[in-house]
């Protein structure tokens, strides 16, 4: 593998509805493990419309790719020349690959560039199952494994992360393994396979190797074997093959975890002890407590833009829901005053009056929570990623899932301030609850939480893979809050001075001219109501 030369590629395109289009072509000649001379990337033009879902993900639109982007042919020979014969390795290569590049080039009438070569994607999940990180998708392996931010969902970003995670993650499991060649991987990423934990049935989620000393499974996994689905036997009969080929231990495909761990130095969970459990844990609490001060303090950004925003646009926005809520029950005051008469229309008056009046109330409620938001300075944000830090080591609900209801009920209440203070970006609550806990329970009223470790293994277990699981729901959550509109305005916002105001003028025409069809249509329906009553 050291002098083997092959190409890492990444594509940005139109989405998956077919034909589909590349807008961005990104990528990086490899010998062996290492990247070899500058990458390549290009933005292609084709001249068609750019999906807004798709736009959302990569940012590039039609306006963008007109003035920045090329014509494909000179992308396509260019890129040729760069690639020659090398074989192209991409994360998801049947879709960069099969469903993306192969059709257009041959709708541009092109020859293929390179040859088919290895998919990424599918030597992680073998190399690393079962995947501690949850899933095998490319940025939350990127956050799992601390490799750096390359800028994710830009093609170049892609194929800079897919070479971080091969050098640091995946190539001292392949060489456990003894995959040393080119050749060696192919094989190995494309060789049947199933994942270690069983993805559906009774036993989902259990690691088939249980089967070595659970006989129910094992008669499982025999009864799978008879399945008249063919895909369905060939899994019941790898997994027998695998047991019978490695008896019975500790196991990923066939090596000794302990084999991976001590050789690659990453962490590798088989079955350890207490004391090794609870090091585990703690480190979990604390990746989990960097994760939500991150997400808390992005959050909160784009909740305070969000808010300057709405301070802009209030009087319009208001004004706009005031007019669609009269409208809408004028005209079921004339639904009701066709078929009902005076009396009952007269009953819409009232609704309209009270639904009005919780309208107003909505306001003044939304306008005093955007008064209250404000940008953390740095020291804040420092200060509250170590209050984070603190508080959810102590306080994790998998910590109290045995305990009696009232101590639920008890932690139930405390987090529940917790997430308030930080939602809010409320640093002296957080500071007086991490400060003593105990104390501002018991001022509350709310009982007191025992915080004595638990000593038995199955709860520790219980406990790791809770916290792990709330890691990657914090991953998703923050690659959602950077896809969203929201994050892209505030993105904008922080990076151009005058740009918000910029946006509420133009939201503000939209929403004058919104207004001024509103008040033409009441015009009328009162017109006509007026015409009723003589």
């Known amino acids: ?44 033009n084709h001249g068609t419309a750019i999906p807004p879902e798709a736009s959302r993900v990569h940012g590039y639109t039609r306006e963008i790719l007109e003035r920045d982007g090329e014509p494909p042919w000179d992308v396509y020979r260019d890129f040729a020349a760069y690639v020659g014969k090398r074989p192209v390795a ?36 073998r190399l690393l199952d079962p995947v501690p990180a949850g899933n095998c998708k490319l940025q939350t392996l990127r956050q799992y494994y601390n490799l750096p931010a390359r800028g994710a969902h830009t093609a170049l970003g892609d194929v800079e992360t897919v070479i971080d995670l091969g050098q640091k993650v995946l190539r001292p499991l392949a ?33 088939f190797r249980e089967a070595t000393s659970d006989r129910a499974m094992h008669e499982w996994l025999e009864w799978l074997c008879e399945s008249s689905n063919p895909r369905s036997a060939g899994m019941g009969r790898w997994y027998l093959d695998q047991l019978e080929a490695s008896g019975e231990g500790d196991f990923v495909i066939g090596v000794p975890l302990e084999a991976l761990s001590k050789e690659s130095g990453l962490v590798v969970f088989a079955h350890p002890d207490i004391a090794r459990l609870k090091a585990l844990i703690e480190a979990s609490r ?17 909740s305070v833009t969000q808010a300057r925003l709405f301070e802009l646009l209030r009087p319009l926005f208001q004004k706009r829901d005031q007019l669609r809520l009269r409208l809408e029950y004028r005209r079921r005051f004339l639904d009701t005053l066709l078929a009902a008469g005076e009396e009952e229309a007269a009953t819409v008056d009232e609704a309209f009056e009270q639904a009005r009046s919780e309208r107003d109330a909505d306001y003044e409620r939304a306008a005093e929570a955007s ?8 020291d804040e944000a420092t200060e509250l990623k170590a209050l984070w830090r603190k508080l959810v080591r102590l306080f994790h609900p998998d910590r109290f899932m045995d305990d009696e209801e009232d101590k639920q009920a008890a932690y139930q209440q405390l987090t529940a301030a917790i997430n308030r203070a930080r939602d809010d970006g409320d640093i002296e609550l957080m500071r007086e609850i991490a400060n003593d806990p105990q104390g501002f329970m018991a001022r509350q009223g709310w009982g ?9 293994l199955d709860k520790l277990k219980q406990l790791y893979e809770a916290l792990e699981g709330q890691i990657i729901m914090l991953f998703e959550a ?57």
């Open 1 to 44: 593998m050291q002098d083997t030369e092959w190409i890492v590629l990444d594509t940005e395109t139109t989405g998956f509805a077919s034909p589909i289009f590349v807008v961005e072509l990104a990528a990086q000649r490899m010998r062996g493990w290492q990247p070899d001379g500058p990458p390549f990337r290009r933005m292609l």
């Open 90 to 125: 991409a994360y998801n290569l049947a879709y960069d690959w099969d469903d993306v590049l192969k059709p257009e080039w041959e709708r541009l009438g092109l020859s293929p560039c390179g040859s088919r070569g290895l998919c990424m994607m599918q030597l992680a999940q």
């Open 175 to 207: 060489e456990v393994r003894g995959l040393t060649t080119w050749n060696a991987l192919v094989g190995f990423s494309e060789a049947t396979w199933f994942p270690a934990r069983i993805p559906f049935g009774k036993f989902k989620g259990r690691l």
């Open 286 to 302: 604390a990746r989990l407590a960097e994760l939500e001060a991150d997400y808390t303090r992005e959050r909160h950004a784009v």
């Open 371 to 378: 008064a209250g938001r404000r940008e953390l300075t740095e």
């Open 448 to 456: 007191v939480i025992a915080l004595d470790d638990a000593e038995e």
């Open 478 to 534: 923050l690659d959602a809050l950077h896809r969203s509109a929201e994050y892209e305005l505030h993105a904008l916002a922080a990076a151009k001075s005058g740009f918000l105001v910029q946006v509420a003028q133009e939201q503000s025409a939209a929403l004058a001219q919104e207004n001024e069809v509103l008040e033409a249509e009441l015009e009328k329906i009162e017109r006509e109501i007026a015409e009723l009553h003589g």
